[in-house]
């Protein structure tokens, strides 16, 4: 029975009410959690993934102790939202004592997961102890084109059986996917899957090299003009890019700082070896939580927001940025430095610019 005095909020409103509370200061509210590299997939754009069995990746990874021992620090420094991710998390065995740890912790975790490796003592513990959020990756609506991302026989079988599990026990689920060569003609058939069964869809078209320098997943990204196309077809997306162009309508955002989105004030990132980042995307300079106290990585992400740019690009006077999303991630990726913009980035950004504005004139 609920009590008619006590007002109701939701996740959306408590987060405004508390990050009001902070008034614009840096604090560690929110993080991202790599398990692992390793996946069951072999999936053709992916920038991380490493083998299932790999020793190498095995003995670089944190063990149970210390991944506990991690979330244990991130709670005490005030973390109340976190993210675990991998890989595919789900590949390590631990992973049960790894959540319930994070769950007793009192985290609001959500799970980014592939679905395949969901089983049915995996889904029940879910449903007892329900994430936030299981958000899953789906790469086409048909066997072929899913197993053809993928690499791996059987893949969308244990997809859609992972799918089911989770629904049978009403778990809280997401879909998204990212657009690919090799499925954009299943987007449509994607989206639909995921309303069918009353579920959150999204997608992402913009493909990264991989971590370790490759640049194989870039050869499955579609053009500019093909991703711009999608943006247009959709008066949702249209609406919130011209949002965000308005709100930062002539101002050069890009001008003196290296880091001008949300990286290192409310969130952090760890990878799988327990190194702290600003970031996931940007995966340097780290600071190894084995070796220093997380407080102490906090101070050190912080003072990378005091970065002045100390190169001269077409992003220090770029006027689209609200609708571009280049960042010192992609310059990173791209070209080995913090300031150099990705060009694909940037061609997708001024392209929508100038569409969606002339389309809403």
Not at 108 to 137: K, Y
Not at 189 to 195: D, G, L, T, Y
Request: net charge neutral; with cysteine; proline share 4%.
């Amino acid at each position: 029975m609920s009590c008619p005095s006590i007002p109701e909020l939701d996740l959306d409103q408590w987060s405004e009410i508390l990050l009001g509370k902070l008034d614009g200061k840096r604090y560690p509210l929110s993080g991202t959690l790599e398990v692992t590299n390793r996946c069951n997939l072999r999936c053709v754009h992916c920038y991380i993934n490493q083998p299932p069995g790999s020793r190498v990746e095995i003995s670089h990874e944190l063990d149970t102790d210390a991944l506990i021992s991690i979330i244990d620090r991130i709670v005490d420094a005030g973390c109340l939202f976190l993210l675990i991710t991998g890989g595919e998390p789900l590949l390590r065995s631990d992973f049960p004592q790894i959540y319930m740890h994070a769950k007793r912790r009192g985290l609001m975790i959500t799970l980014f997961t592939n679905a395949t490796l969901i089983t049915q003592e995996i889904a029940d513990l879910l449903a007892a102890f329900p994430p936030r959020m299981v958000d899953i990756s789906i790469y086409g609506a048909s066997r072929e084109t899913y197993e053809s991302v993928t690499s791996i026989k059987g893949s969308f079988d244990r997809f859609m059986r992972g799918i089911h599990l989770l629904r049978e026990r009403n778990i809280p689920i997401s879909i998204k996917t990212i657009v690919l060569t090799v499925n954009k003609h299943e987007l449509s058939r994607m989206k639909f899957f995921a309303e069918e069964l009353g579920l959150k869809f999204r997608y992402d078209g913009l493909v990264w090299p991989r971590r370790d320098g490759g640049e194989s997943p870039l050869k499955y990204r579609i053009s500019a003009d093909d991703l711009l196309a999608l943006d247009l077809e959709s008066s949702e997306r249209v609406h919130e890019w011209k949002k965000l162009g308005d709100e930062f309508r002539g101002i050069l955002g890009r001008k003196d700082y290296v880091f001008t989105c949300g990286a290192g004030i409310r969130s952090f990132h760890i990878n799988s070896r327990g190194e702290m980042s600003i970031c996931t995307m940007v995966s340097q300079p780290v600071y190894d939580l084995k070796e220093m106290r997380f407080e102490e990585a906090w101070e050190k992400i912080g003072e990378l927001r005091k970065w002045k740019r100390k190169m001269n690009t077409e992003c220090e006077t770029c006027s689209v940025n609200g609708y571009c999303l280049q960042c010192p991630g992609w310059s990173l990726a791209s070209h080995g430095d913090f300031e150099t913009p990705d060009e694909f980035v940037c061609e997708l950004g001024k392209k929508r610019a100038l569409h969606i504005e002339k389309l809403l004139l």
